[in-house]
């Protein structure tokens, strides 16, 4: 696809699972991506309701309804993205690269390369583990060049895209201790996904604030495997996820010790992720907000060292359902297909 000519391009896209927040927002963008054309949508609980009567917004983008799943259909598309709960795409992911089919998968299924590990924390055997040293991490701003030839991808999680932007410089330049980096971030009730929780209700989470998981979440071994990658050795995280009484957002406060001598944080940042379209690292002084990238494919950074102490204090936030989800799959895709890589994620954050 790359040798053609990229203005000719039109992609052929399936979703699988496209009833829930990442599907919903992968045809929000999806829509807006000048040669991008959602050619199937599946739902075995939904076939054949129209997807914009599920979700209205879409009305006038899409006149597709959801299907059951069918691999010679999916085959057929240049890219399938899975928009499931894990533990669903390990199961079809298989027969659909046999295919031919190039894969992003969302869910958690293939982030892990330890079959043991994921088996650990998912509480299942692994279904297609001979996979998983194949799959690529879909974290463009560190293995573009891998997702560029990847017949698979593993689109990071919210929070460890989060935590990772704001660690991997840190790491990279052995400028902090990598066995004690503390992280505490807190996401909107979408990041639940959106099935029906009595602990996602308004009346449960409006007005309240609380950590969760703390003896162990789900995204610790995904974010101690990618920066440990970065810092060529193990790394110990200690992480606390929390709920915020909002839908949208991640904000990621991260603690690191400083190991190495003087060092212009601040400059290391800006230069670090200069070429980064998706990354914007704020001027000294100012912080983040999960306001002013809500819907828009963006972390924005600020970075301290309170006092001049031996603490360094990142601050990262994103839209867990772009940057986070959808927005960094359709970033992949842009890269595995050889187009632009910004295109279709241009929006500007919704304020106010």
């Not at 979703?15 to 929000?28: A, D, F, K």
């Not at 007005?207 to 162990?216: E, I, N, Q, R």
């Amino acid at each position: 696809m790359a040798a053609q000519n990229l203005e000719s391009i039109m992609v052929r896209i399936g979703i699988v699972g496209g009833t829930g927040y990442t599907g919903v927002e992968l045809l929000r963008l999806l829509a807006a991506h000048e040669q991008a054309e959602v050619v199937a949508i599946t739902s075995r609980a939904e076939s054949g309701r129209r997807v914009d009567d599920l979700f209205p917004n879409l009305r006038g983008h899409y006149d597709l309804s959801f299907s059951e799943p069918d691999v010679a259909q999916l085959a057929a598309c240049d890219v399938v993205f899975f928009a499931t709960p894990h533990n669903v795409a390990m199961n079809l992911v298989p027969e659909l690269l046999a295919a031919g089919a190039r894969v992003i998968d969302l869910s958690a299924d293939y982030r892990l390369r330890d079959a043991a590990l994921w088996s650990r924390w998912y509480g299942e055997p692994h279904a297609s583990p001979e996979l998983l040293v194949d799959a690529v991490y879909g974290l463009p701003e560190v293995n573009r060049a891998a997702i560029a030839s990847a017949r698979l991808v593993a689109c990071p999680g919210c929070y460890p895209t989060s935590v990772q932007l704001g660690l991997i410089p840190l790491l990279a330049r052995k400028l902090v201790d990598p066995d004690h980096l503390i992280a505490s971030a807190a996401s909107g009730v979408s990041g639940a996904g959106r099935q029906a929780k009595v602990d996602n209700l308004l009346s449960e989470v409006s007005d309240s604030f609380k950590a969760y998981g703390v003896s162990g979440h789900r995204h610790l071994p995904e974010i101690e495997q990618g920066l440990g990658d970065v810092a060529g050795q193990s790394v110990g995280v200690t992480f606390v996820p929390h709920l915020l009484p909002m839908v949208r957002g991640i904000h990621a406060t991260l603690f690191a010790r400083l190991q190495a001598g003087p060092e212009d944080i601040q400059g290391l940042y800006e230069s670090w992720y200069a070429d980064e379209p998706f990354v914007d690292i704020l001027p000294a002084g100012q912080l983040p907000q999960t306001r002013t990238v809500r819907g828009a494919n963006r972390c924005q950074i600020a970075v301290s060292v309170p006092q001049g102490r031996d603490t360094v204090v990142v601050m990262s936030a994103i839209d867990n359902l772009v940057k986070g989800a959808s927005g960094q799959a359709v970033q992949n895709m842009n890269i595995m297909l050889g187009l632009p890589e910004t295109l279709g994620l241009q929006q500007v954050g919704l304020l106010p």
